[in-house]
Structures are given as C-alpha cells and as structure tokens.
C-alpha cells in the first residue's frame, strides 16, 4: 500500500523559501507512468494543484506559480521536494502531496498525503 506523508516547517517568513518533503512508502517515486503532485488549499478557497514529477524525473509547473516553485526528486530516499520561493502571506495553506496517474489532479484519492499547513507570517 502506497504511502506518502509531507514533512516541513509550519511557519515561514515572509520573503523566505518553502520548503516541503514527500516521503513516500509502499511503492517507488520511479515507477512507470505515474505522477508526483504538489497540491495546495488555501483557507477558504479550493484545492490547486502547484506541479509534479513524473516517474521520469521530468518536472511540469502551474503557470501561475513556474516562476517560484521548484520540485526535485531524491531517488535514494524514494522522496520528492518543493521549494517555492519569495512566499508571502497568499502562500498560506495546507500542502499536500499526491501520486496519480494524471499530470495534473486536484482530485482527493487514497494516494494523498494528510497535508501540512504552512503558514507565511512575520
């Protein structure tokens, strides 16, 4: 059974860097043909998806967001990473992690981590 659980600082300045770490368990992050997502909700608004990996290592972005999010990829450790930059109070939110079969998802399924809220505050 496919496991993925976020890891991270709470709280971030803003200005400051984000940085948030997948782990996932039961399954390998190279296996053919599936997806690594980064989703996020902030309070009050809906879920939206930020980027993923692919099993290929090959990495896509929300256009919103390409100019400050990045996601890599630790094979060893079977986790993958996002770092979004200059993070400013609009970056609040509950980040989750997801696996999928589709690039892009904004679909809840058992393949999601619990989230982790990350607040950016001074």
């Known amino acids: 059974q496919v496991q993925l659980q976020e890891s991270g600082p709470g709280l971030v300045k803003p200005s400051q860097t984000l940085s948030l770490t997948c782990t996932v368990s039961?399954?390998?992050?190279?296996?053919?043909?599936?997806?690594w997502s980064w989703i996020r909700q902030p309070p009050g608004k809906g879920l939206e998806w930020m980027g993923a990996i692919a099993y290929s290592g090959n990495t896509y972005y929300s256009p919103s967001l390409k100019s400050r999010a990045s996601i890599s990829r630790d094979t060893s450790k079977n986790q993958f990473t996002l770092q979004l930059s200059s993070v400013t109070p609009e970056d609040t939110a509950v980040y989750y992690c997801?696996?999928?079969?589709?690039?892009?998802?904004?679909?809840?399924?058992?393949?999601w981590g619990q989230g982790t809220q990350v607040t950016v505050s001074s």
């Open positions: 997801a696996r999928d079969r589709v690039k892009v998802t904004t679909t809840p399924n058992r393949y």
């Open positions: 039961g399954g390998s992050i190279t296996a053919n043909y599936y997806y």
